[in-house]
């Protein structure tokens, strides 16, 4: 849910239980300044409860579908409640309180104290889905907590793995250096080796060539 709604609708909630309390004490008071002064602050907060309500439903109508449907439903009951608290109090403003009406009394009687438990048991169940709600809320805090969290330690493993490859990287490099140095110093020492042969090859071949001159050069002479 989203934390904008929510936050309207603890507000709403707030106000809504705050009006309803102020209309059942201002239908007890008698006609006066006290009581248009009640009034007048029921009338401001009904005017405030309905920019709430139209904050909830634009706000509900920008998210998912999925979640849409479920909120424009409770705002439809908070809509009715508001409408009832509405019409409460337009009665106390045309209500004369000296010389009440039958139909004033049968309402009062009958009608008041129902709408009274109403309200308070749609408010009571709009308070415990506001828990609800709350309590989802942390519950999905926490747990992105403890993905962030577990993406902090996978990221530091990563961190290490990648030190260790340059390390590794860095000792193979130093591995292939040795090995090209090793190669050119076998390769000059083949070089000698091959030279040094045809060199002794050659001694050997001119000490057998003398050989046969001093004994051609004894057994003819």
Known sequence: MSEIYEGYERQYCELSANLSRKCNSAAALPDGEKKKQEVAELQAGLEDADVLIRKMDLEARSLQPSMKASLLAKLREYKSDLNKLKREVKKLTSRNSNQPSNEDLESGMAGAHPASANQRDRLTMSTERLNQSTDRLTESRRAALETEQLGVSILE?????????????????????????SKKVLTSMSRRI????????????ALIFAIILVLYFKIFH
């Open 194 to 205: 091959s030279r040094n042969k045809w060199i002794v090859g050659s001694i050997i071949a």
């Open 157 to 181: 493993d990563l961190h290490q793995q990648r030190e260790t490859l340059l390390h590794s990287h860095k000792k193979l490099s130093d591995v292939d250096s040795a090995i090209d140095k």
